[in-house]
C-alpha cells in the first residue's frame, strides 16, 4: 500500500447541495456518495499506518496531537488540503473530516483494518459506540441506563447539547467528543468513522436529525441477533 495518502484511484466528489451540508437522501438501493467518499478518505487515512513508513506514522502521530482542535490551531497539517483536493471534500466539510480522522488516529485497530472498526455496526452514530460502552461496563438493566446520574448517558446529553460549526470547527463538541472517543477505545470499541464524518458534516441541521438519531441509538437500540452480539462484547478479540 501507498504511503503517500490519497495516491489511490479518488471517488467522484459527491454533487454538491444548494442547502449547504443538509444533502439529499441518497436514491433507495443506491450507494450513498458522500458516503463512499467519507469511506475511501477513512481508507487512506489508515493506509499511513498500513504503510509502515516513517513518513505515514509521523503523519498519523501529527493528526493524533490535533485531535479535537481545528486547521486554525493545529500545526502542520497542510498536507491534508491537498489529500481533501484528491477526494473532493468540500471546503464547508474539511474542518468536520479533520475532527474525525484525528480521533481515527488514535483507533489502532480500525487502523491496522483498513479503516474498519472491527464488530462495529456499519452506518451506526455516537449512539450505538455508548450503548455499547454501557453495556461492557454498566451491564443490561435498563434501569441503571436511563438513571439521570447514569456516566455514560450524562455523557451522551452533554453530546447532544454541545455547539459545533462544522464550517470554522469551533464549539465544545470537539472537546466534549475526543473524551468520549478516548474513553471507549480504551474498551477497544469505536465508531463507524464514515459515518462519524457525515454526522458532523450535518450536525447543524434544521431537523436535528443526528442527535436524534444518536439518542435513539442509545435508549432505543435495535434489537437484532448481530447488534445484541455486537454490543454484548462478544465477538472482542
Avoid at 478518505?41 to 516513517?54: C, D, E, I, Q, T
Avoid at 483494518?113 to 438493566?141: F, M, Q, S
Avoid at 478516548?182 to 454526522?199: A, C, M, V, Y
Avoid at 441541521?205 to 434489537?223: E, L, Y
Wanted: include cysteine; aromatic fraction near 6%; hydrophobic fraction near 35%.
Amino acid at each position: 500500500m501507498s504511503s503517500d495518502i490519497g495516491q489511490s484511484a479518488a471517488p467522484h466528489a459527491p454533487e454538491t447541495s444548494t442547502s449547504g451540508s443538509q444533502t439529499a437522501a441518497p436514491t433507495k438501493g443506491k450507494p450513498d456518495p458522500r458516503r463512499l467518499q467519507a469511506e475511501a478518505l477513512v481508507r487512506s487515512v489508515a493506509g499511513l499506518y498500513g504503510s509502515g513508513s516513517g513518513s505515514g506514522r509521523a503523519r498519523l502521530a501529527g493528526l493524533r496531537r490535533a485531535a479535537g482542535e481545528s486547521f486554525g490551531t493545529a500545526r502542520d497539517l497542510g498536507w491534508l488540503y491537498g489529500v481533501f483536493a484528491r477526494y473532493g471534500v468540500r471546503e464547508e466539510d474539511e474542518e468536520a473530516y479533520l475532527l474525525a480522522i484525528s480521533l481515527l488516529a488514535f483507533d489502532r485497530r480500525a487502523l491496522e483494518t483498513g479503516g474498519r472498526a472491527p464488530h462495529t455496526p456499519a452506518e451506526k452514530g455516537i449512539g450505538t459506540t455508548l450503548h455499547r460502552l454501557w453495556l461492557e461496563t454498566k451491564g443490561t438493566a435498563d434501569t441503571d441506563r436511563d438513571r439521570p446520574d447514569s456516566p455514560i448517558a450524562r455523557r451522551l446529553r452533554i453530546l447532544l447539547d454541545a455547539d459545533y460549526d462544522p464550517r470554522s470547527g469551533t464549539g465544545d463538541l470537539p472537546f466534549r467528543l475526543r473524551q468520549v472517543i478516548r474513553l471507549s477505545l480504551s474498551k477497544e470499541i469505536g465508531p463507524d468513522w464514515p459515518q462519524l464524518i457525515l454526522d458532523l458534516c450535518d450536525w447543524n441541521r434544521a431537523d436535528k436529525r443526528v442527535q436524534k438519531r444518536w439518542a435513539r441509538d442509545f435508549f432505543a437500540p435495535q434489537t437484532t441477533a448481530e447488534g445484541d452480539a455486537t454490543a454484548s462484547g462478544s465477538s472482542r478479540s
